[in-house]
């Protein structure tokens, strides 16, 4: 049985909610498209809406088949509009977390709010010790992130993982968690 988490999440200015097909000319426009925002992230800047259309397909079917609950977020003041995304993939006892957030809305401490309201819904399920999530070493604004939503810097990952954007040598990381 997979760690239990609501279909739709509130928080104070957020709403995360199950993605749709119809989410991707939105997310297109809001991010997927932006290399700023794709700077730290495993995939490149999308070229055209149909690279968004499969990334939310993956989406589907990852929340489908049980194995990740990537969330769309919107904001509570316009919940039809996309603005990020938060995923949450369940790996037994663990939840590991990725999220991106549109570039106008950085440094309001949206996705901080975020994690923070998911984490403790996991780690609120008796099956769930802990939520993990890696960051590169030169991303402050994600380690910053997951410091305000509660989690602890455990270890520095020498050649852990390749950011495509800066370039194809694996990358160290940060892992941060938050355990019970
Ligand atoms: C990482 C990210 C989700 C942070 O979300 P956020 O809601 O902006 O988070 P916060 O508002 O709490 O800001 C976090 C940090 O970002 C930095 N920051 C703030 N405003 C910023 C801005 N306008 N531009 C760039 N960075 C900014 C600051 O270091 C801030 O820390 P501080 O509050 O201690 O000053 C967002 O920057 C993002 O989507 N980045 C691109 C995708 C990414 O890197 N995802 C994480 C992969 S591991």
Redesign the pocket.
Known sequence: MPINLPDEISTNRLILRQPQLSDAAALFDAYTQDAA?A???VWVPHKSVFETEGFIAYCCEAWSNGKARPYIISSQSEPTRPI?ILEARLRGHMVDL????A?E????????EAVGVLTNMALADPLCLRVQ????TE????A??LE?AGFTREATLQRYIVHPNISAAPRACFMYAHCK
Do not use: F, I, Q
């Open positions: 925002v700077r730290y992230m990020g990725g999220y991106v957030l570039r809305h950085w440094g309001a401490g949206l996705m901080p999530a890696v960051c590169d991303n402050t604004a994600s910053r992130t305000k």
